[in-house]
T-cell receptor, first 116, second 109 residues
Framework: GAVVSQHPSRVICKSGTSVKIECRSLDFQATTMFWYRQFPKKSLMLMATSNEGSKATYEQGVEKDKFLINHASLTLSTLTVTSAHPEDSSFYIC????????????FGEGSRLTVL | GQNIDQPTEMTATEGAIVQINCTYQTSGFNGLFWYQQHAGEAPTFLSYNVLDGLEEKGRFSSFLSRSKGYSYLLLKELQMKDSASYLCAVTDSNYQLIWGAGTKLIIKP
């Protein structure tokens, strides 16, 4: 099946630094990718929809200047957590949809961010 | 508002059968997904229903009733590795995915 790869899988950083997480669709082109955040024992929370070649669409309550999303190509979207704080520590997951609007979602492996 | 309800936690015995229910109220409907998520890992796709009825795939089956806003995931011949969270998600009229909070399934020997 389709593969979505996410990197890094784990990252620890100091408070105030920025961290970039990459999401790649390895064997298909994804015009749209999604970024989620998941807190312990909670469901996925959609942060933003990343559209290739245009600005990302952020969900209500998500700071776009804090979580920068770039979808520069059909196979790569990046999420940059800027000026990270301990409360940004979380599990971040990307996904890409194969096919049209009701196509199957494929998820990356997830990235565990710990901000000290 | 849009809402997906599923039990928080269920416990079952190895070798048995378990049914995880999901009810939804969304603005429109364009399909329902079930995903499995092991702790610390990303979700993996299990099933997709858009028409009423039962879809069977090996030990897992998923049922949908659009008129009732209801779905269930049926797991047969439970194995210890089936211990995970099971997420129900519905695609609404704008093709946005609405996620349930997930059901944590605990399998006991």
């Amino acid at each position: 099946g389709a593969v979505v790869s996410q990197h890094p899988s784990r990252v620890i950083c100091k408070s105030g630094t920025s961290v970039k997480i990459e999401c790649r669709s390895l064997d298909f082109q994804a015009t749209t990718m999604f970024w989620y955040r998941q807190f312990p024992k909670k469901s996925l929370m959609l942060m933003a929809t990343s559209n290739e070649g245009s600005k990302a669409t952020y969900e209500q309550g998500v700071e776009k200047d804090k979580f920068l999303i770039n979808h520069a190509s059909l196979t790569l979207s990046t999420l940059t957590v800027t000026s990270a704080h301990p409360e940004d520590s979380s599990f971040y997951i990307c996904s890409a949809r194969l096919g049209g609007d009701t196509g199957e979602l494929f998820f990356g492996e997830g990235s565990r961010l710990t901000v000290l | 508002g849009q809402n997906i309800d599923q039990p928080t936690e269920m416990t079952a015995t190895e070798g048995a059968i378990v049914q995880i229910n999901c009810t939804y109220q969304t603005s429109g409907f364009n399909g329902l997904f079930w995903y499995q998520q092991h702790a610390g890992e990303a979700p993996t796709f299990l099933s997709y229903n858009v028409l009423d009825g039962l879809e069977e795939k090996g030990r897992f089956s998923s049922f949908l009733s659009r008129s009732k806003g209801y779905s269930y995931l049926l797991l047969k011949e439970l194995q210890m590795k089936d211990s995970a969270s099971y997420l129900c998600a519905v695609t609404d009229s704008n093709y946005q995915l609405i996620w349930g909070a997930g059901t944590k399934l605990i399998i006991k020997p």
